[in-house]
């Protein structure tokens, strides 16, 4: 079972919030009595190595609790998020849909909760998948209905 069930609040509620620092991050973790996940952007580091380094010393700190983000939904930082996953997994782990499957792939044996990003479509009930660096710039996109969906990323290994 993924650590995420640990960071949910009444196993219900999951609260994500970023922090700067790891001072930051234990304030929070403490001020949430534990019940959040912390997010420490890829994009921040120059290199996978410098972000895994962070990563795992703010995990230290605080039980693991850690969200690892792409840093504002950038797909560019798809590969760095994938790479992350082969030495660090966290608790949470946000990345764009194509790249779930690599994620979970380069996860191995770890176990960390991968949220899968999506965009609006503006049809209800459907959902864009193309949010990978090259599908988000194509002219047509990959329309399709929210519960598709959610069966891919499962089908991937991803969990929302």
Known sequence: ???????????????NVLANTIENAKDVFEAAE?????????KNYPTVKEAVTAMKAYGQEIEDAISIGLGAGDNRQALVVAEIAKH???SH???VFPSVGATQA?????????NSLVSPSG?????NISTGPSSSS????????????????RDMGGNA
């Open 1 to 15: 079972m993924p650590r995420i069930t640990e960071r949910l609040y009444k196993n219900r509620v999951g609260l």
């Open 34 to 42: 534990g019940f959040v996940l912390v997010g420490v952007l890829s």
């Open 88 to 90: 660090y997994a966290g």
């Open 93 to 95: 782990i946000n990345q």
């Open 106 to 114: 380069n996860l191995g044996e770890k176990q960390s909760w991968i």
């Open 123 to 127: 049809k209800v009930g459907y959902v």
């Open 138 to 153: 194509t002219e047509e996109k990959a329309i399709v209905p929210i519960k598709s969906a959610i069966a891919l990323v």
